[in-house]
């Protein structure tokens, strides 16, 4: 459960919908879905086996099976990379406990259409207001880190996630019954391939990755502690259909509200914080829901920024040989400072691009679309080529005819199938 914990978070309630509305809806529906199966899940099992065979982190983890060697920095690239995301994923946790605030003080509702995204707009460019929660949000975090509370987040996991899970279906049936419900459900369902091109097919192997929580070692952690008689196929399937039943249970709510109060599904990184207060303002009892709502998406997104961040200091720690605490401060002071320029390039620094996009777009497009899909792809090789073929068939628990021909397909998927199409995808995007 802590690890569904992980895998639920902004990637699937913030990110898939903005993503899927940027990307064509059911062109991309229907891409990342076969991402997750052909890619996601071999690439989750793959991290599973390493965890769960060395027992340790995520530098350590690739260092204690390949010795000596550069394997080790699988590890590396993956705690960077979550220094990356970490610096954006404060962010939008921040929205979300604003959001929580004003649901609470009951100052979110019967605004128009309009005066939503006006809001989400004036509150994101502004200088306190976001990097306050920001801040906030480095905060808690760094506490529940650094008390080390690992019995806390799965405790609280298994509460929540169910929780989630039945008010995200409230909401979409809610959805489904609004006026122009059809065309967002066609938007998101029906692939239109006009808009279809390999930048779509990156941008799916990258929301896989992210939403997966996939290709920087963080699964590597947590599955470090799984016990000897946890089936690792069998959860890594169950965690990629939960997973992705929560994107699309967010796609179900977002799109047919988009279609139905009349705006447009490319709003970027804004769209489900624009859209959803419309929903809440025409529900009955909306105070509630939407009080619920972003408490419940505060707590998914703020277990998700504990696993990245949990890799991160983690590695700072033992490298400097420094205690948590003082880990937890430093890698806080910093998420500050780069968080805050991230927050801020929605506002004053909005004129500084890279290629068009600003810091934050930038960082998001560098982490998710190339760092992440090149961690699955080192993680696959690694694991289908360097390592012993009997350590995978100990950890996957392989018996029989049935099991050995199982095992050759699933390497077989490791050692190309995930490298070669990754890196096709990845290369040709970039050129392109
Ligand atoms: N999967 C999380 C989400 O959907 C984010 C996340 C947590 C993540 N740990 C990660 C993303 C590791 C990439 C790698 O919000």
Redesign the pocket.
């Known amino acids: 459960m802590a690890t569904v914990g992980?895998?639920?978070?902004?990637?699937?309630i913030w990110r898939f919908p903005y993503q899927a509305g940027e990307n064509g809806g059911g062109a991309f529906l229907l891409t990342y879905a076969l991402a997750v199966l052909l890619i996601g899940i071999p690439a989750m099992v793959a991290e599973f086996i390493v965890g769960r065979e060395s027992h340790l982190n995520a530098v350590g983890a690739f260092k204690k099976i390949a010795p000596k060697k550069a394997w080790g920095g699988i590890g590396y690239l993956g705690v960077f990379t979550?220094f990356m995301?970490d610096c954006y994923y404060c962010v939008v946790t921040g929205w979300t406990l604003y959001y929580l605030f004003l649901a609470a003080s009951d100052n979110l509702l019967g605004l128009s259409v309009d005066q939503y995204s006006i809001m989400f707009s004036t509150y994101s460019s502004g200088v306190f207001p976001p990097i306050f929660a920001l801040v906030s949000v480095i905060l808690i975090t760094g506490v529940i880190v650094s008390l080390g509370v690992q019995k806390g987040i799965e405790t609280a996991s298994k509460i929540m996630m169910p929780l989630l899970f039945l008010l995200l279906l409230a909401l979409a049936v809610n959805s489904c019954l609004l006026e122009d419900s059809q065309t967002g459900l066609e938007f998101l369902f029906i692939p239109n391939w006009s808009e279809f091109t390999i930048d779509t097919i990156l941008s799916a192997i990258g929301q896989a990755?992210?939403?997966?929580?996939?290709?920087?070692a963080?699964l590597v952690t947590y599955s470090s502690y799984f016990t000897d008689d946890v089936n690792l196929i069998g959860t890594a399937s169950k965690i990629s259909v939960i997973d992705m039943g929560v994107a699309v249970l967010a796609g179900v709510i977002i799109f047919p509200a988009v279609f139905t109060f009349g705006m447009e599904p490319e709003q970027g990184p804004g769209l489900v914080f624009k859209v959803l207060p419309n929903v809440f303002s025409q529900m009955p009892l909306g105070y509630l829901w939407s009080l619920l709502f972003y408490a419940l998406l505060f707590l998914a997104a703020l277990t998700?920024f504990i696993?990245?961040t949990e890799v991160v200091v983690a590695y700072i720690s033992e490298a400097f040989k420094i205690s948590r605490v003082k880990s937890v401060i430093l890698t806080g002071l910093t998420f500050t400072l780069l968080g805050s320029v991230c927050s801020l390039s929605f506002g004053p620094l909005s004129g500084f691009t890279i290629a068009g996009k600003n810091i934050f777009d930038s960082l998001d497009y560098l982490a998710t679309n190339i760092l992440?899909p090149l961690g699955g792809i080192l993680t696959s090789i690694f694991v289908g080529w360097r390592l012993d073929k009997k350590v995978i068939e100990k950890q996957l628990n392989i018996k029989g005819k049935k099991g050995a021909a199982f095992l050759k397909v699933y390497i077989f998927f490791l050692r190309y199938i995930v490298p070669a199409s990754v890196t096709c995808v990845l290369v040709t995007g970039l050129l392109s």
């Open positions: 992980s895998a639920v978070g902004l990637g699937n979550g995301i990755f992210f939403s997966l929580s996939l290709g920087m963080c998700s696993s990245i992440l």
